[in-house]
């Protein structure tokens, strides 16, 4: 079980999310996870952005001992590849080898535009920068000239102790055909499967199917879920959908619906905490200490 660190549901300072950090570490969580965006705007409420992203990872990286770290997920637009594969080797060296490189295309428009972006043709260019980074996390030297992508006998030096797992953060039926020969893992968001272990059984299903249809043994595929959990139901960080329901935050309640995901296939649940805060933490702790009891 793991749990994603706040991202814009409000103003956090990095004091409070090294405490977060540290606090999970030490309540025995799985996994830490940070969103990549730059800014949200256009949507209705005021301009709000998070802090970078592999900043932030290496920085948590260097204050915790167990957790593994991610971001959830990465856009592979926002680098070019092979500085972003010399970035992922540093992280995973300060971390000592806990990292998971969550993926993905991008899809807000708005951040592309106010950065200079480009927003044409993404899931083409997501194609090519994951075939360069994962040669290059691979220890390989790569050469590759596409469309949108050109690097010349690039290399990671000094060389990756390992190289570190890549997780696919879609399921659009294009990107999955594209992506599941050079990932390890796929995860998917609350809103995509009504945050129910039926809704995420009947899409990792769809996983199996375009895993076989490229080749790819489906059990070779990690899965893992991002649920949304309610700790504080008064809690207005977050708007949700009609039709979905948050999970019950209850050390009971949660601890069954952990492992009703489980028995569906999910190796591992992201929980999404109304409110993200340290008492959410420690209630995971709670959770942690009965699902080993």
Not at 171 to 199: H, K
Request: glycine share 10%; hydrophobic share 45%; charged share 25%.
């Amino acid at each position: 079980m793991g749990i994603q660190l706040p991202e814009v549901e409000r103003e956090v300072r990095w004091p409070e999310i090294a405490a977060m950090a540290r606090l999970a570490d030490d309540v025995g969580l799985d996994s830490l996870w940070v969103g990549d965006h730059y800014l949200y705007r256009g949507d209705g409420r005021p301009e709000r952005g998070p802090w970078e992203a592999w900043t932030q990872l290496a920085a948590i990286g260097a204050i915790t001992s167990r957790v593994r770290i991610g971001p959830l997920v990465a856009c592979l637009a926002f680098h070019a590849p092979g500085p972003l594969a010399n970035a992922i080797a540093t992280v995973d060296e300060i971390s000592g080898g806990r990292l998971v490189v969550g993926v993905g295309a991008g899809w807000n428009r708005a951040e592309f535009d106010a950065f200079g972006i480009s927003f044409d043709h993404r899931v083409d260019r997501f194609q090519e920068s994951l075939t360069v980074l994962r040669g290059l996390l691979d220890g390989e030297r790569v050469t590759f000239r596409g469309r949108h992508v050109e690097v010349e006998d690039a290399v990671l030096l000094p060389r990756p102790a390992r190289r570190a797992p890549i997780m696919l953060g879609s399921s659009g039926p294009r990107m999955l055909r594209l992506a599941l020969l050079d990932v390890d893992a796929w995860n998917i968001w609350w809103e995509d499967f009504g945050n129910t272990p039926d809704g995420f059984a009947r899409a990792s299903s769809a996983v199996d199917d375009a895993a076989r249809d490229v080749g790819v043994d489906p059990a070779s595929i990690e899965r893992s879920a991002c649920a949304l959990v309610a700790f504080d139901p008064r809690s207005d960080e977050r708007t949700v959908p009609d039709g979905i329901t948050a999970l019950d935050g209850s050390p009971e309640a949660l601890a069954d619906a952990l492992r009703a995901f489980a028995a569906v296939g999910a190796d591992e649940v992201i929980v999404v905490a109304l409110p993200i805060d340290a008492s959410s933490i420690r209630a995971l702790g709670d959770v942690v200490a009965r699902l080993d009891a």
